[in-house]
T-cell receptor
C-alpha cells in the first residue's frame, strides 16, 4: 500500500489566490514527521514545511501552512497569495521514526496563472 | 542548512558504460541518502549510505548495479553500472538536517543522466 498519496496530478490557481494541495498518508508508527518539498523546473528540491505527529498546532511558514488532520491522516499544504514563482512540482513526504528514511508521494504540478 | 554539491550535474552516457556520481557535504553527517527520480515521477530511495559500513539498499536496488562508497562523513559516491536507457533519471544525494532533528532533507542539485 502506498504510504503517501497525492491525488492531484496537476492544479491551476490564479495569481494572488490561495490553493490547497492534498496529501494523505498511511502509517502505524505513532511518531512520524510530514514534509512538503517544492521542485521548480530547474530540478532542485526545496524544503518548505514540517509537521510532527505530536504537534498540536498546524505548522506555518510564511505563505505556507499545513492543514494537519491526524484522525483523517491528511496533511494538506495551503499556499496563500499565490505567485508566479510558485509554479512547480510539490511533493508530500513522510518520515516514520522507526523507518529512519523519508517516503515521497507522486507529486502535484502547480501552475499559477497571471 | 547543509550545502551539498553533486557532480556531474548532467551527462550523456552510452549503453553498457558506468558512471560515478559524487556528493560532497559541507558538514559531517551520519547518513546520506541516494534517490532516483525518473522523468516526470516521484523520488525513489535507492540506498542509505552510512560511514564505515555497507550501504543499505531498498527493495529493487542491488549493490552490483548501484555500488556506493562512503569513505568519510562528508562524502559519498554512487555508481550506476552497466547503464541502459531505463537508467536515464535524475539522481539526487540528500542528508537530514541534524540540527533540527525533524528529519527534513537537504538535497544536492541532482545529476541528470541520459543513457543512449
Amino acid at each position: 500500500a502506498q504510504k503517501i498519496t497525492q491525488t492531484q496530478p496537476g492544479m491551476f490557481v490564479q495569481e494572488k489566490e490561495a490553493v490547497t494541495l492534498d496529501c494523505t498518508y498511511d502509517t502505524s508508527d505513532p511518531s512520524y514527521g510530514l514534509f512538503w518539498y517544492k521542485q521548480p523546473s530547474s530540478g532542485e528540491m526545496i524544503f518548505l514545511i514540517y509537521q510532527g505527529s505530536y504537534d498540536q498546532q498546524n505548522a506555518t511558514e510564511g505563505r505556507y501552512s499545513l492543514n494537519f488532520q491526524k484522525a483523517r491522516k491528511s496533511a494538506n499544504l495551503v499556499i496563500s497569495a499565490s505567485q508566479l514563482g510558485d509554479s512547480a512540482m510539490y511533493f508530500c513526504a513522510m518520515r516514520e521514526r522507526n523507518a529512519g528514511k523519508s517516503t515521497f508521494g507522486d507529486g502535484t504540478t502547480l501552475t499559477v496563472k497571471p | 542548512s547543509a550545502v551539498i554539491s553533486q557532480k556531474p550535474s548532467r551527462d550523456i552516457c552510452q549503453r553498457g558504460t558506468s558512471l560515478t556520481i559524487q556528493c560532497q557535504v559541507d558538514s559531517q553527517v551520519t547518513m546520506m541518502f541516494w534517490y532516483r527520480q525518473q522523468p516526470g515521477q516521484s523520488l525513489t530511495l535507492i540506498a542509505t549510505a552510512n560511514q564505515g559500513s555497507e550501504a543499505t539498499y531498498e527493495s529493487g536496488f542491488v549493490i552490483d548495479k548501484f555500488p556506493i562508497s562512503r569513505p568519510n562523513l562528508t562524502f559519498s559516491t554512487l555508481t550506476v553500472s552497466n547503464m541502459s536507457p531505463e537508467d536515464s533519471s535524475i539522481y539526487l544525494c540528500s542528508v537530514e538536517d541534524s540540527r533540527s532533528g525533524t528529519g527534513e532533507l537537504f538535497f544536492g542539485e541532482g545529476s541528470r543522466l541520459t543513457v543512449l
